[in-house]
């Protein structure tokens, strides 16, 4: 996974009728009168204003898997399910009804991983679930098991090559509560159960990992000004490969972090 990183603002208009929504459904005097609200903007959500403002956010990718829509369709999905939450255990709980209209819950998601998550979404052991109408201060501090792909956490989870693709693999020097998110979020997500995209994954590495056999076997040539450009060439590649716009840029990081010598590595992080 890669952080993704919010430029801007959305859409001016969308935002404030969103707002109104929001404003009516927290002033509605029981749950029958949100169900209404909630039924009459069904889909709001999906307006194209505010799906290709966040589209753009990451280069049209899956904000889980960094995969294109050849994976499968993408949608806005709600991190925090606005419906009913299941917990591990299988028993539910009231949804996040108050955040269906708040873009900063919205994921770009591909279908198979959103229809994979669904209501999904467990807070960590001793930790409480943050009560309706909290502020963001109050959500962040909820202890949520599912790695939110707008923060930091997103390093928990890495890459490797096996025999029939590459898969999402915890990350390295992680304490037990990480990898207990990592584990998670991989399973509740799906990361690994598709073919196509595990296929897809294995490709973008073994790409990586012809740039960087073209870096050694650079030290084999003759003359140094050629052993020069193949090496430049090939961190060239690698470089490319990271770019935050690339599809499975983070495939491509852990490849280069865990293959390459370390010179390239600072070559093409530095």
């Avoid at 404030?16 to 169900?35: F, G, Q, S």
């Avoid at 949804?95 to 467990?122: E, M």
């Amino acid at each position: 996974m890669r952080k993704v990183v919010i430029t801007g603002t959305p859409p001016a208009d969308w935002v404030a009728e969103a707002d109104a929504i929001t404003a009516r459904l927290r002033a509605a005097p029981n749950e029958a009168a949100r169900k209404t609200i909630l039924q009459e903007k069904e889909g709001f959500w999906r307006d194209d204003r505010i799906r290709d403002w966040l589209l753009k956010q990451f280069s049209n990718k899956c904000w889980y898997t960094e995969a294109e829509e050849s994976i499968s369709p993408i949608h806005v999905d709600h991190f925090r399910p606005k419906g009913r939450v299941k917990n591990l255990d299988g028993t539910y709980e009231p949804g996040y009804w108050w955040l269906t209209f708040n873009w900063k819950n919205y994921v770009i998601a591909g279908h198979l991983i959103n229809s994979k998550k669904s209501d999904v979404f467990p807070i960590l052991d001793g930790e409480i679930r943050a009560p309706a109408n909290c502020s963001e201060m109050i959500l962040k501090l909820e202890g949520a098991v599912l790695i939110d792909p707008l923060t930091d956490e997103t390093r928990l989870i890495s890459f490797d090559r096996d025999d029939d693709g590459c898969i999402a693999v915890l990350a390295g020097g992680i304490d037990d509560i990480e990898k207990f998110k990592a584990e998670k979020t991989i399973e509740i997500l799906g990361l690994n159960r598709l073919d196509k995209l595990n296929q897809k994954r294995g490709k973008k590495w073994d790409e990586c990992l012809s740039a960087i056999e073209d870096y050694k076997g650079a030290r084999a040539q003759g003359a140094q000004a050629l052993v020069w450009l193949m090496k430049e060439t090939a961190i060239a590649r690698l470089k490319d490969n990271i770019k935050y716009e690339a599809e499975f840029s983070s495939v491509a990081e852990a490849c280069i972090r865990k293959k390459a010598p370390e010179p390239v590595v600072a070559a093409v992080f530095g």
